[in-house]
């Protein structure tokens, strides 16, 4: 090993020789191991949770392993390396991915079940790491775990969230939340690293100075905290790569702030320092408006600082030319969050490095690539500019540098066209200034991507039209993919040994295109036979829960109909729900003879709603209405149940989508950038009933829009259809449904009356009433298609054959030649 010669080395190679074994035997001796040293329990008397801790440990052992070979290699080669920022990330559980990307799944099973314990049972013990929102969140979790299986020399950079996403519960059928406090019984998936701090700076002032002769700004700071890092091994999956996740946590900073202390207020001034730690201690609940908060600039400039003087130290150790740095260097933006990064690093190449604007504006240039991921106004992020300049004085000057050389630039190319130039400024005007985060991205980065084709139609003609028209070549689009090891090998073991058998490889795990070989077996009884086994397996695991959690039997030859995703207006949960209500409605006015023909159906809705978004916390509401009004009707029995699952997250999702046989993605056209649920349904062999809206769009060209039930305005029409919404008269069947939430027929008459505000009297914006009937419709041929089971089957098992290209290793292969121009790096074995 690098570092250590002679004798030493000897006999460290002789305490220490090979690698940890992965036979049952092995394990068995570590987990007791970690029992007795590392949990502290006798290794004679230990239950269910020390026992998944010892496996963790084990585990982790075997990942560290390979996280320093890997490290050391990469450093060896010195590739270009990817880092990818970002302030969420979903991880959900470690141990069941673990444990099958090392290919040790079996192994552990066998140790665990001779010492008296069930694989499966410590796994469930396990928490979900909810550091993130939703589906940005999930995407860059979903993207390590391919930057890892292809080798590519990445590294993960975030907030280590004392707090993750708020727990969901509900109480009457109203929504509270309780704080995830989820470090409580420890973290064995992470290894703190005390040594690897930098200081961040916050507030004071700006001077000027001569250094070396030459006129440099110097930055006071009034406060500066410390960034601990937090190490999370990523490993590959069929490789013995394993790549970081690094998260930051914040500390007081080692610096003594002699004043207080001289004060004799020495009490005071260790709880001030104590207060830098709440940097990082709770995730932003509310994904798309952030409303210029001090505590997120702070939060965004944190992990972003640290992670550049990482960046940066870790170039300098092997290079002493910044020149070279876009060579070695790809920095990625999710989303606009990390966007100060870009005047950071030039704050630093200007201030720290001392090179001259021109240079560092020409580093900077070639180095940031941005991804945005929405097309909602609101989500796009702007910070006051008191409060910049406030928190960070001098990048705020360095903001003002850049917008007046863009301004300049922008002038000579189209004139003084002063309206198009205020859109397009970094600065908006006005009587609160704001600094506009996302025009500042598409500045300073060389590549703007959008999540689907559809997506990147909108930032063309709509979101960014000013920007494509400056600089056509820099806008891309890379559909966004799930990791098919998490979303069918992990969640889906019965489904995986199927596949697997009639592939005859089990080589789809990293080559998913294989997939589309199921296509020749759709039609064959035998597989037939078996999918259809494996899906009653999952449909019982998925009733046995929902009993669990909410008390309501359910029938497991009843169609299982699934939504499961944040609630907000735009995915129109509450759609879903007044469809329910008509269904309900029709059942109940139904002839005996009509009553038989009904497909019994079980809809299941999930999601948790920012808690300050009043509409999205009634649409829960109505749902817990409603299905308290149908479960209990004795008239309508198994024909129709609504259960809603409380606390969604990625554990959940994971028992959810295997045991569904339909799902609904049904935003109004024009307004999910992608969607990723439907993409995971999708592997599992589970029919989607969607708009043409985000990826859906590419999945109608892989699947066939007659195995799929597709309804509603198409994204050209919305606007049209928005226009003309006040003056026409919605369907009866909607108007009848809404009276019937209004009038009180499933009680809080007064509380439902916003909610139902929303879609009436020319307000409805997202345009349920027009979607109504076509809904409905795909609602029908839903039913149709189920009753002949062998149809649906053929559908279920084409909607996993042409699965593969929503795989996020073809995203991420993508993005590594066309955006950040990074080559694998892959650990000899
Ligand atoms: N998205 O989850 C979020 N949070 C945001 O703040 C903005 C967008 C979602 O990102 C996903 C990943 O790209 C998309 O699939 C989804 O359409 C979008 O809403």
Redesign the pocket.
């Known amino acids: 090993k690098a570092g250590f010669s002679g004798a030493k080395t000897e006999r460290m190679f002789e305490l220490m020789d090979g690698f940890l074994k992965n036979d049952p035997v092995s394990l068995q001796k570590d987990i007791l191991h970690h029992v007795e040293y590392t949990v502290a329990r006798s290794r004679f008397s230990f239950d269910d949770f020390e026992a998944y801790q010892a496996l963790s440990h084990s585990v982790r052992d075997r990942l560290i392993e390979r996280w320093h070979d890997t490290q050391q290699h990469f450093k060896k080669k010195d590739p270009k390396r990817l880092y990818f920022l970002s302030l969420e990330f979903l991880m959900g559980r470690s141990l069941s991915n673990s444990v099958i990307n090392l290919g040790i799944k079996d192994q552990c099973a066998e140790a665990l079940s001779q010492l008296g314990f069930e694989y499966e049972v410590l796994a469930e013990q396990e928490g979900d790491a909810a550091l993130g929102?939703?589906?940005?969140?999930r995407?860059s979790a979903c993207q390590m775990d391919s930057l890892a299986t292809l080798d590519f020399p990445a590294w993960g950079y975030g907030l280590r969230y004392q707090y993750g996403l708020f727990r969901q519960i509900i109480i009457d059928g109203f929504q509270h939340e309780q704080p995830d406090y989820w470090l409580n019984f420890g973290n064995p998936w992470e290894i703190e690293r005390v040594h690897v701090s930098y200081p961040v700076k916050f507030y004071g002032s700006v001077k000027e100075e001569v250094v070396n002769g030459k006129k440099c700004k110097v930055w006071i700071p009034g406060e500066t905290v410390e960034a601990v890092a937090y190490d999370n091994p990523i490993p590959g999956y069929g490789t013995r790569n394993t790549i970081n996740l690094r998260l930051w946590a914040a500390k007081p900073s080692e610096g003594l702030d002699i004043e207080s202390y001289n004060t004799g207020d020495y009490i005071n001034a260790i709880v001030n320092r104590q207060k830098a730690e709440i940097i990082s201690n709770v995730l932003y609940p509310d994904?798309?408006s952030y409303q210029g908060k001090e505590l997120r600039l702070k939060q965004q400039y944190f992990f972003v600082s640290a992670s550049l003087q990482d960046i940066v130290r870790r170039f300098k150790d092997m290079h002493n030319n910044f020149d070279e740095f876009p060579d070695k260097v790809a920095l990625q933006l999710n989303?606009t969050h990390p966007s100060i990064s870009v005047v950071e690093l030039m704050r630093m190449l200007l201030d720290e490095e001392h090179l001259s604007w021109k240079r560092s504006w020409n580093i900077v240039c070639k180095v940031f690539t941005f991804t945005t991921?929405?097309v909602l106004p609101e989500?796009l992020e702007k910070v006051p500019m008191d409060l910049f300049e406030t928190v960070l004085p001098r990048h705020l000057q360095i903001i003002y540098d850049i917008n007046f050389a863009f301004m300049e630039e922008l002038k000579n190319k189209i004139g003084k066209d002063y309206v198009r130039l205020s859109r397009m400024s970094i600065v908006e005007e006005g009587a609160v200034k704001n600094i506009r985060m996302a025009n500042l991205s598409i500045v300073c980065s060389h590549t703007v991507n959008g999540?689907s084709r559809a997506h990147s139609e909108l930032l063309k003609t709509r979101v960014f039209m000013d920007f494509y028209e400056l600089w056509p070549e820099k806008f891309q689009y890379k559909t966004?993919g799930v990791t098919q090891r998490r979303w069918i090998v992990v969640s889906n073991p019965s489904l995986c040994a199927l596949i697997s058998k009639w592939l005859r490889t089990e080589s789809w795990i990293h080559d998913v295109d294989l997939l589309t070989h199921l296509k020749n077996h759709a039609s064959n009884p035998e597989l037939q036979h078996e999918w259809k086994m494996v899906k009653k397996i999952n449909k019982m695991r998925l009733a046995e829960y929902i009993e669990t959690m909410s008390g309501v039997k359910v029938s497991l030859d009843a169609m299982f109909d699934v939504q499961i995703k944040r609630i907000h207006e735009y995915k129109r949960q509450f759609l879903n729900i007044l469809g329910v209500i008509h269904r309900y409605d029709c059942i109940k006015n139904m002839e005996e003879s009509d009553r038989r023909k009904v497909v019994p159906r079980v809809c299941i809705i999930g999601g948790k709603a920012p808690p300050g978004y009043e509409i999205a916390k009634k649409i829960i509401k109505l749902c817990h209405a409603v299905a308290e009004k149908i479960n209990n009707d004795t008239d309508i029995g198994d024909l129709l149940k609504l259960v809603f699952i409380p606390d969604y997250n990625v554990s959940v999702a994971e028992l959810v989508i295997p045991g569904s046989d339909l799902s609904q993605h049904i935003s109004t056209a024009g307004h999910?950038?992608?969607?990723?649920g439907s993409m995971k349904f999708l592997m599992n062999g589970c029919l989607l009933l969607a708009t043409a809206d985000?990826s859906t769009n590419e999945i109608i060209e892989e699947i066939g829009a007659e195995n799929m039930f597709i309804f509603g305005a198409k994204m050209n029409e919305v606007p049209k259809l928005r226009e003309k919404e006040s003056t026409i008269k919605a369907p009866l069947q909607f108007r009848r449904v809404v009276r019937m939430v209004r009038d009180g027929y499933f009680g809080f008459k007064d509380y439902f009356k916003s909610l139902c505000d929303t879609v009436e009297n020319g307000k409805d914006f997202y345009l349920l009433g027009s979607d109504f009937t076509s809904y409905l419709e795909a609602q029908a041929a839903a039913d149709r298609a189920y009753v002949d089971k062998e149809k649906w089957c053929k559908m279920s098992v084409l909607s996993t054959a042409g699965s593969g290209r929503f795989s996020s290793d073809r995203t991420i292969e993508d993005y590594a030649e066309k955006t950040w121009g990074i080559k694998p790096c892959k650990l000899p074995l």
Do not use: K
């Not at 929102?133 to 969140?137: E, I, P, Q, T």
């Not at 999910?672 to 990723?676: L, N």
């Open positions: 929102n939703g589906g940005l969140a995407l994904d798309r989303d991921h929405t989500a999540v966004n999910e950038a992608s969607g990723t985000g």
